[in-house]
């Protein structure tokens, strides 16, 4: 977990690293936290859930970085999964930040653009699944799986049948807890409990957190739903519980 809150805290705004070279979202600050823990470097591939500005901000600055690689290197491929509106908005956003280097011919070059809702990335599987995120177009959870463990991300949801899709595929899955009661943008604590009695496998993490909503988590101190935090680590343990996706 690079990042665990929602864009109004101290802590991050919601990030994760997977394997060291996928990112899921790019918010304003990730690079140079990732740069602090010594894996900038490593980031190949990012996955966005929405263009919300607190899950995309960096993006334009990582796709700059890339452009000053050498290009003999074999590692210089860089990619961007996310649904084909998001990659347009991203684009443009990139070819606007920095227009004189960043042109779209440029841009075309140096990023594989992927829209595709399942895809490999080296020995990981990876299938999107459209959320619900009150008004906001292209919304995506996705779920990861090495074929022993599974891990999803809900991006920024309410309560849906992505979620209940993502939830029932999942180990680990990392929820959007932005609230302490959830509404049509957002789940909550109380969403949070839902689905934990609907998928008690499911190990729910509790991530972009409004600070007043991880105050309340920890008071409530749940046994059934973790608390992400900035940093923390999510590995082996959890291996062998579900079949890999379907
Ligand atoms: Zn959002």
Redesign the pocket.
Known sequence: VIGSADMNSAYMSASYLINQTVLVDIPGGVLRELKRQGTEETVRHVLIT?T?A??TMDLPLWILKNSKRNPEDAHHVISLHSEKINLDRMRALTGMSFFSSLTEERLEQLVEWNADDAFRIGNLLFRRVPVS?GK?TGCGGYLVTDGEMTAGFT??SCMCDGVRKLASSSDILFCDCDLITGND?HMGIDTLMELHREFPDCRLIATHLKDETREKLKELGSTEIGIAEDGAVYGNSLKHKKSPLP
């Open positions: 929405h919300h607190d899950h995120h906001v991006g920024d943008k």
